[in-house]
């Protein structure tokens, strides 16, 4: 067996409080690109449109974008390997929770329950008037911009627009998570958006052993890695279930 794989095992396997912290790139094997990179959507979309800002000064021409990316296209997306190991492993008490980067809802689709959502969720609509929450399937996305049944104000995604904070509840959670874990498993992620990057550090910086798994080396690979596990998600998870299980 692999030096690396058996050194991720031993740790896991031991380990009182492991925390999962996901990236983009464990949602790519599910269809999703990445927004950042030569193939990703910003490559094709100008950016703006997540300014918040620019949604409320111009929130037709967001949510025309906002449709076709988040409603239209990542709904075919279903969950992958990573994820349902994930799932299972935290039904197995091998893992505590999940701190994603990740707005795609898939984490939950695979049956993860604990599942810390740092940049919010696309299967959640909000009014940001009256506090409204709905499905994305309750809103007629046909008619955009959409607008709330209560108070006819413009709805928007419950996720993270550039110019916004990140919620309360997340951040506090990730940061005690973080600094609980003596285990703490980087899949996908590689280090370049905060202040989501700094959460991996901290975990490192109170004595976490950091398991990446990653196709290629990362911000975080020489810096805070303890194990290497390169490869896809889907793979590395598809081994690491047959050891663990």
């Known amino acids: 067996m692999d030096t690396n794989l058996e050194r991720a095992l031993h740790y896991l396997k031991n380990s009182k409080h492991t925390v999962a912290f996901t990236g983009a790139g464990i949602s790519v ?21 997540l300014d918040l800002q620019f949604f409320h000064q111009h929130p037709l021409e967001s949510w025309k974008v906002i449709r076709e990316i988040f409603y239209d296209f990542f709904a075919l997306a279903v969950p992958n390997s990573a994820h349902k190991v994930l799932a299972r492993m935290e ?35 909000i009014c940001p008037s009256c506090g409204a929450v709905y499905a994305p399937e309750d809103i007629d996305l046909q008619d955009i911009p959409p607008r709330c049944p209560k108070d006819r104000e413009i709805l928007k995604p419950d996720f993270i627009f550039f110019g916004e904070g990140i919620p309360e509840m997340a951040q506090r959670r990730s940061v005690e998570e973080a600094s609980r874990a003596d285990v703490f498993l980087l899949i996908g ?21 950091i398991i990446e798994v990653n196709p290629q080396e990362s911000f975080y690979t020489n810096e805070i890695t303890d194990v290497f596990l390169q490869g896809k998600a889907g793979e590395v998870f598809e081994t690491l279930n047959k050891q663990l299980f």
């Open 91 to 125: 039904k197995a008490g091998l893992l505590s929770c999940i701190i994603t980067q990740n707005i795609d809802n898939l984490h939950h689709e695979a049956g993860s329950l604990d599942v810390i959502e740092y940049h919010g969720n696309s299967a959640r609509i």
């Open 29 to 49: 094997e599910s269809g999703i690109p990445p927004f950042r990179g030569t193939e990703g959507l910003w490559s094709k979309y100008d950016p703006k449109v």
């Open 189 to 209: 992620t590689t280090g370049e958006v905060m202040p989501a990057a700094m959460i991996p550090r901290l975990a490192k910086d109170n004595g976490a052993k």
